[in-house]
């Protein structure tokens, strides 16, 4: 089996396809995955900021949770597909799925992440003086980015996952060489497309993870302490890692 | 309603397929993912490699993963045997870390009560600490029985049959009822699965009762 993806991989003929899925597979994710941030971010410090709306992002994204993201995809495609013309008609309702389903997790890393920063902190910068907006933009925000970014990842993973299936209903993309495989029982073309799925997440993953460690502060993470730095926060520590949030999962 | 009612076999039998698909491997994976998130916890060089291991593990996109799973298992592609496995893998690279964490979140004077009361670290182990990680655990084993139900539906596109059939089937023949009944069912049978577990939860864990009571 690995010869024959080896072999496919290889194949001269291939190269064009690969390299044309492989970009129209990271542009659906980039695209759906800033539209999403671009409404699931700035709401979700909305609400953590100001404590309203609870309620409803919890509802939400365990609502969303447990709808099945292909019944959700086929049943938005069939909607608003005959609807559009040409090539939107494919592209533009599998995106939207796409960009519905990277909004719950950002929403919930980014409230979650600024709901949990710690009251002392909040409440040091306001007796420094500083407003609203101020402590959220250098305090609140800074302390939630961990969270923030675990979000961020599980809408890219989700996104990559997803825009694989879509290529059942039209979608381009590398999942293309798995449902076009599928259908003529090729299996080496397959099981290269699966293999280039799974190094596309994976690389997504390790990319967006090396951001988060450039722009989170050490002081947050707790990277690059002094040996007696390390043992004083010891006992603090202990309680602090125990507070993990499952922001939400992904394929 | 009516594609339903006139349907109600055909989908009862695809419901039970999706529940046994999506069942096992959560009570497997919880097995496979004690003992490593009790390794991870123990021993600190154990717990990055298994943490990125396992997280790794839950960034395989499911379709890829149900592709490779028969070349690497020797299974047909059309074996059930290939989602079964996939899901044992989802659930352990969602359960390991949730594991480790509630077993780390015990306090350290729980820990010494009972050594003092003459424990023996296996059975501080099992009477102790895992009963007071049940909780964490199982707040882990909720989102991982949600995922399953939807992750499983996916494997309808190679063609393992379960409610994710009646997505493909709508899907072709441009009809919405299927697509409909699907999705209510999974999300019937996620309600379910959590019902379950918080039941069993509950009965694992009398104390948080009666702390609440009094």
């Known amino acids: 089996m690995i010869n024959d993806i080896v072999s496919w991989l290889g194949e001269a003929a291939n190269r064009d396809d690969i390299i044309q899925r492989l970009g129209e597979h990271v542009g659906y994710a980039l695209l759906a995955t800033g539209i999403a941030a671009l409404i699931a971010i700035p709401a979700g410090m909305w609400i953590g900021h100001t404590g309203r709306g609870r309620f409803a992002v919890v509802n939400i994204s365990g609502f969303a949770r447990a709808i099945p993201t292909l019944g959700l995809l086929y049943f938005i495609v069939l909607w608003l597909g005959p609807n559009l013309s040409g090539d939107l008609a494919f592209l533009l309702p599998s995106l939207i799925v796409l960009i519905v389903l990277a909004i719950p997790p950002m929403l919930a890393g980014t409230y979650a992440g600024i709901d949990e920063v710690d009251p002392a902190a909040r409440d040091a910068a306001r007796g420094m003086g500083m407003r609203g907006s101020q402590v959220l933009f250098k305090v609140e925000i800074p302390c939630a980015l961990p969270l923030i970014f675990s979000g961020l990842r599980s809408a890219l993973l989700q996104v990559v996952a997803t825009a694989t299936i879509a290529a059942t209903a039209g979608l381009g993309g590398l999942g293309r060489f798995l449902i076009d495989g599928l259908s003529v029982r090729d299996y080496p073309q397959m099981a290269a497309g699966a293999v280039l799925v799974a190094a596309l997440a994976l690389a997504i993953d390790l990319v967006v993870a090396v951001i988060q460690r450039l722009v989170v502060s050490r002081g947050i993470t707790g990277r690059h302490r002094t040996r007696r730095d390390r043992a004083a926060v010891r006992s603090t520590d202990d309680s602090l890692s125990t507070t993990t949030v499952t922001v939400g999962t992904v394929n | ?214």
């Open chain 2, 1 to 214: 309603m009516d594609w339903f009612t006139s349907h109600l076999d055909d989908v009862w039998e695809l419901l039970v397929t999706h529940a046994y698909l999506a069942g096992v491997p959560l009570l497997i994976g919880l097995l496979i993912a004690l003992p490593l998130g009790w390794l991870a916890r123990r021993f600190s060089w154990a717990y990055p490699p298994l943490i990125v291991g396992t997280g790794l593990l839950y960034t395989l996109p499911s379709l890829a993963v149900f592709i490779l799973l028969p070349g690497i298992l020797g299974t047909r592609i059309l074996d059930p045997v290939n989602v079964l496995v996939a899901m044992t893998v989802y659930t352990v690279a969602l359960l390991v870390r949730t594991v480790a964490d509630g077993l780390g979140a015990i306090p350290d004077d729980v820990r010494l009560a009972a050594n003092a009361m003459g424990y023996r670290p296996i059975r501080r182990l099992l009477g102790v600490e895992l009963p007071l990680a049940v909780p964490v655990i199982s707040a882990g084993l909720r989102v991982a029985a949600v995922s399953n139900v939807s992750i499983v539906s996916v494997a309808a596109i190679i063609g393992v049959a379960q409610l994710g059939s009646l997505f493909t089937d709508g899907f072709n023949r441009d009809f919405f009822p299927p697509i409909i009944t699907g999705i209510v069912a999974c999300g019937v049978l996620s309600l379910v699965f959590d019902i379950v577990i918080v039941v069993v939860t509950r009965l694992l864990t009398p104390w948080t009762r009666a702390r609440t009571a009094s």
